[in-house]
């Protein structure tokens, strides 16, 4: 059973505008989240990241918010760019400091110009 | 900086033959990770080296499959006979052991691997 969802394949927005990407988990325990963004025919590269103790992280145009009661958290670009049209995966790290991630099965972002 | 490389960048073999697939991590990144992507699905774990020790193989689906990371530095993921759901995109990623809080993997373009 996927621990990692996303449940939006795909996601289309107006360049400029802002770009909305979800994210849920199923356990309580975990506590480091990471945002990876890939191209085609490329791996994937990581983004940005949030740990438990905060519920919101920025980095430029993008910002991670964590919900933890709710166990959800979603990725802001603002404004999007046509650029930043890719698959974004979500992902956890159940083992703390380090160890393997979780990854959800991805949204691909169209950002039309 | 050289990044994660792997080769080949793609494989076209039949059932019951025999691939090895080959990583380079980022030079001085002591943490080499397997993860494989079937189609239409999410990015799984296969296993995590620490330099050449085997640290969490939980991963593996089966032992047709074996890692290797002799000297702790590139590793080598064979599958050896390949069966038709082992198609897929085979990544590898490292990172540094000296920024365990903020441990970044860095990923490879992977290996595209199809078995017919």
């Known amino acids: 059973d996927q621990q990692v969802k996303q449940n939006s394949p795909s996601l289309s927005v107006q360049e400029g505008r802002i770009s909305i990407l979800n994210c849920d988990y199923t356990?309580?325990?975990?506590?480091?989240f990471l945002w990876y963004k890939k191209y085609p025919a490329e791996g994937p590269t990581f983004l940005i990241s949030?740990?438990?103790?905060?519920d919101k992280n920025e980095d430029g145009r993008f910002t991670v918010f964590l919900n933890k009661s709710a166990k959800h958290l979603s990725l802001h670009i603002v404004p999007s760019q046509p650029g930043d049209s890719a698959v974004y995966f979500c992902?956890?790290?159940?083992?703390?400091?380090?160890?393997?991630?979780?990854f959800g099965k991805g949204t691909k972002l169209s950002v039309k110009p | 900086e050289a990044g994660v490389t792997q080769f080949p960048s793609h494989s076209v073999i039949e059932k019951g033959q025999t691939v090895t697939l080959r990583c380079d991590p980022i030079?001085?990144?002591?943490?080499l990770y397997w993860y494989r992507r079937v189609m239409g699905k999410e990015i799984k774990f296969l296993l995590h080296?620490?330099?050449?020790?085997?640290?969490?193989e939980s991963g593996m689906p089966n032992n047709r499959f074996l890692a290797e990371r002799t000297g702790g530095t590139y590793s080598t993921l064979k599958v050896q006979p390949a069966e038709l759901e082992d198609s897929g995109v085979y990544f590898c990623?490292?990172?540094?052991?000296?920024?365990?809080?903020?441990?970044?993997?860095?990923f490879g373009p992977g290996t595209r691997l199809l078995v017919l």
């Open positions: 992902a956890v790290r159940p083992g703390g400091s380090q160890g393997n991630l979780i």
């Open positions: 990623a490292s990172s540094q052991v000296e920024e365990p809080l903020r441990e970044t993997q860095y």
């Open positions: 949030i740990s438990s103790i905060k």
């Open positions: 030079s001085g990144h002591d943490n």
């Open positions: 080296f620490v330099k050449e020790s085997k640290q969490d």
């Open positions: 356990n309580s325990m975990f506590d480091y």
